[in-house]
């Protein structure tokens, strides 16, 4: 049983891709349930195997507590852990090779929190895990925002002490010519450089940027946790490819997996 965590900002496209890379590991005759770690949805596009809403919902938590949306996604995520025993049963009860992990947006009040992590590590128990983290298309195609995700996606991985995919997601917006050019751009620094400078940044501090991102982003696929990839859960675009580099990070030799399951931080 493999754990496939996505996270990334509100409105990334977390839940959606967990519905198409779940609808694509079932066509490849693989079993996999979705389970959604989201107090506060409100919506889902797929019908949650498990579903952390039973147990604790943030508009109920919200109403009890006479708290505003924020204070209560985060007393929900604390109240989260009363129920992590629960949930790992829920889930193991299915015997799935995959368990998709949706997880809330508010990362300021989910990742960069204790208690965020610590429910995943309950959850995750001793098997074997992998973030997917999201970079929306509109945020990768523009140099500066690139950045900042990339960031967002390090300070994550830091959060949640798991080997990270790092992927842009809505492939389906970008032509292929953008695509060339956000891959350049993480693989290549002078041109990362060139283009933060373009779009306005001050040289220095742009050297700074692209320089801290190549060391954080290894171009080397065949020994980096970190890699880049495009997946669009509309088209079903770099699913496969999807699959193939978690696959490589799960079950890879030890080479790919290096680090301890979620270590607690
Ligand atoms: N074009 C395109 N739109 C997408 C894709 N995936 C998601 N979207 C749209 O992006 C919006 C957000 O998608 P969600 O899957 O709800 O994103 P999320 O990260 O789960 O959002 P939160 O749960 O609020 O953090 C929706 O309007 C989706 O229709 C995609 O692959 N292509
Ligand atoms: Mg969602």
Redo the contacts with the bound molecule.
Sequence with gaps: MYFVV?V??????????VD?FGDWLEFNELTAIRVNL?PA?DWL?YQPDVDVRDYVNARDVMEKYKLGPNGALVASVDMIADYADKIREDIESFRPNYVLV?T???MELFAFRESGPEVLRMIIGDSRAVAVF?ID?VFASRPASLASSLFLAFSTRLRLGLPQVVVV?????LDESTMNEIDEMMRDPSMFYGRLVDAGLDPMFAEAVAKAVEALLPSDSSSATVVTRF?????GFGLDDLYAVVQQVLAGGEDFYTEEPNPRL
């Design positions: 996505f990334g900002p509100a409105g990334s496209g977390k839940s959606h891709l198409a989201d949805a596009p949706d809330p947006g508010q999201l298309a997601s809505k492939a389906d917006l997946v669009s859960a509309v088209s």
